[in-house]
């Protein structure tokens, strides 16, 4: 095994999230088996190199998987907070390229020169044809054989946690754009209460294939040889108060009971905590996060290509 972004051997084993488990929280969460992929439990190993977290195996979720999920009325979400983030950067003579643009989403309102969205899905590429939006059915490498300098901004939003070939995709990125480009990549952010959630299942595989600290943006201007222009944390958003307050509340309990963390905790002690934190959060959620904002889920990197 070696780490997805790095390539890198130098990795430790941070836990293992037993089969059993992850199999039954996905089955109540969207009613899929997991196990149609997965055989064996699943290690999640720390990158000693750049600090990137990825799970072993590290396999993606299928069709099934992804048709399972998208029913859940959180799935498709028009208009993420970050998307803001990510037009404020963008000019009239810029040359759009978004990876994983789902239909299109972020293309709306974008005020720029040309736009490309690359997406797997056909239904995706349907309805933002619909829209006279352009996404084409394929990977960003087999994009950059034939579109190498073609870009002078490259996006993703919520999509590099989901990709297993981590370098290749960002190489390929990279590649796309001309000197001086930029390359944004949204993610959820391990340096965040993410870090620490209760039985956040969605944070795992198969859905989530890496887990992001800021040292990993760190490490990727040194090893591609790219500035990092801005390193943002999202504050924490309004749709996520109860989370937070929940995930601060389920923490407290660990340190007064002496609940060690885990990604995955079915135990009685934790079950009791996750009661008084519902409760607990539903008040607090109410409370001072419009005036005191936390850091949120979600952190953005911005580079440039020299
Ligand atoms: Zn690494």
């Known amino acids: 095994m070696s780490c997805p972004l790095c390539h890198s051997s130098n990795l430790k084993e941070l836990e293992i999230l037993p089969l059993a488990d992850l199999a039954s929280v996905y089955q109540s969460l969207c009613g899929h088996d997991i196990r149609d992929q997965y055989q064996q439990d699943v290690k999640m190993l720390g990158c000693n190199e750049c600090g990137l977290i990825h799970f072993d195996p590290l396999?993606?979720?299928?069709?099934?998987?992804?048709?399972a999920l998208q029913h859940k009325p959180w799935y498709y979400s028009d208009d993420k907070e970050e998307f803001h983030f990510g037009r404020k950067w963008i000019t009239n003579q810029d040359d759009v390229l978004e990876i994983g643009s789902g239909k299109g989403a972020f293309a709306k309102g974008l005020n720029c020169k040309s736009y490309t969205g690359l997406d797997f899905s056909q239904k995706a590429v349907d309805m933002a044809a619909a829209q006279g939006i352009t996404i084409r059915r394929e990977t960003v490498q087999e994009h950059a054989r034939s579109h190498a300098g073609k870009y002078s901004f490259a996006c993703s939003f919520q999509v590099m946690e989901h990709v297993t070939e981590v370098r290749e995709v960002i190489q390929a990125q990279l590649d796309c754009l001309?000197?001086?480009?930029?390359?944004?990549?949204?993610?959820?952010?391990?340096?965040?209460?993410?870090?620490?959630?209760f039985n956040l299942v969605l944070n795992l595989p198969p859905h989530h294939m890496s887990r992001w600290p800021d040292q990993s943006f760190h490490f990727?201007?040194?090893?591609?040889?790219?500035?990092?222009?801005?390193?943002?944390?999202?504050?924490?958003?309004?749709?996520?108060?109860?989370?937070y307050a929940f995930n601060l509340l389920m923490e407290s309990f660990r340190k007064r009971w002496n609940i060690p963390y885990r990604s995955l905790d079915r135990s009685l002690k934790a079950q009791s905590a996750r009661i008084f934190s519902l409760v607990g959060a539903k008040l607090l959620r109410h409370g001072f996060f419009s005036t005191n904002k936390p850091v949120g889920h979600t952190v953005i990197a911005v580079f440039e290509k020299p």
């Open 59 to 67: 396999i993606a979720g299928n069709e099934a998987f992804y048709n």
């Open 178 to 197: 001309r000197s001086g480009g930029k390359l944004l990549i949204a993610v959820p952010s391990e340096d965040s209460y993410l870090k620490k959630a």
């Open 220 to 243: 990727i201007a040194q090893s591609f040889g790219v500035k990092l222009l801005e390193l943002h944390h999202m504050p924490l958003a309004a749709m996520h108060y109860h989370d």
